[in-house]
């Protein structure tokens, strides 16, 4: 497609349990990010992808969290053992270089989580 | 400190009136890109203008034009005309141009909804 992919784009789930995020970029952008969106933080970077590669992974809020990325295309963010406080919109982002001040980073629809 | 502050957390404008919504910054580098997005009630962040910090010029795309005052550190946004659809929130966010940590994100205000009146 043209834009920046995710799926699914609601998922509910009991608090303990593991969730797998999509995301697939848009073609030929090499730079790949993950966003969180909720009402009291609003809108937290998490991680960021050149190519497979994530040097920085700080952003991630516990060890809970994982992101790949493979053949420099589709990432997930995996979270282990939920918890109520991972309730959130996960936001994708893909642009055409990392590097590059300039260019916009454009979103996915979301994949909307909630922790029962 | 915040690196980006909207200090409108909500707006109204009438229909076909112009409409600014305010955002200041704060970073010491001199390289650095200022962006502007809206995201309707149906979740989507959608991409609307770009300010670089050296660009002599402020920004135009359409209806959006951004007031860009580079020593007052503020990049308002535009948008004449207000129709609608343009009801929504409105984001500001920066990405600065160095290359240590953390610099490759884009951070974000916390928003301001505008809601435009029939």
């Known amino acids: 497609g043209a834009g920046v992919s995710q799926s699914p784009s609601n998922k509910v789930t009991e608090k303990g349990k593991d969730v797998e995020l999509r995301c697939d970029p848009i073609s030929g952008h090499t730079a790949l990010y993950w966003y969180r969106q909720s009402l009291g933080q609003g809108l937290e970077f998490l991680i960021y992808?050149?190519?497979?590669?994530?040097?920085?992974k700080s952003g991630l809020p516990s060890d809970r969290f994982s992101a790949e990325r493979t053949g420099g295309s589709v990432s997930t963010l995996t979270i282990q053992r939920t918890q109520q406080e991972d309730s959130a919109v996960y936001l994708c982002a893909s642009s055409r270089q990392l590097r590059a001040v300039d260019q916009p980073q454009h979103f996915g629809d979301g994949t909307r989580l909630s922790i029962l | 400190a915040q690196k980006i502050t909207q200090t409108q957390p909500g707006m109204f404008v009438q229909e076909k009136e112009a409409v600014t919504l305010d955002c200041t910054y704060d970073t010491s580098d001199q390289s650095y890109g200022l962006f502007w997005y809206k995201q309707p009630s149906s979740g989507e962040m959608i991409f609307l203008i770009y300010q670089g910090s050296y660009d002599e010029q402020n920004a135009t795309e359409g209806r959006y034009s951004l007031n860009f005052q580079k020593a007052r550190k503020s990049a308002n946004l535009v948008i004449s005309a207000s129709q609608l659809g343009d009801s929504a929130m409105y984001f500001c966010?920066?990405?600065?141009?160095?290359?240590?940590?953390?610099?490759?994100?884009?951070?974000f205000g916390k928003g301001t909804k505008l809601s435009v009146i029939p």
């Open positions: 992808f050149q190519g497979n590669s994530a040097p920085d």
């Open positions: 966010a920066m990405r600065e141009g160095y290359s240590g940590a953390g610099s490759y994100q884009l951070t």
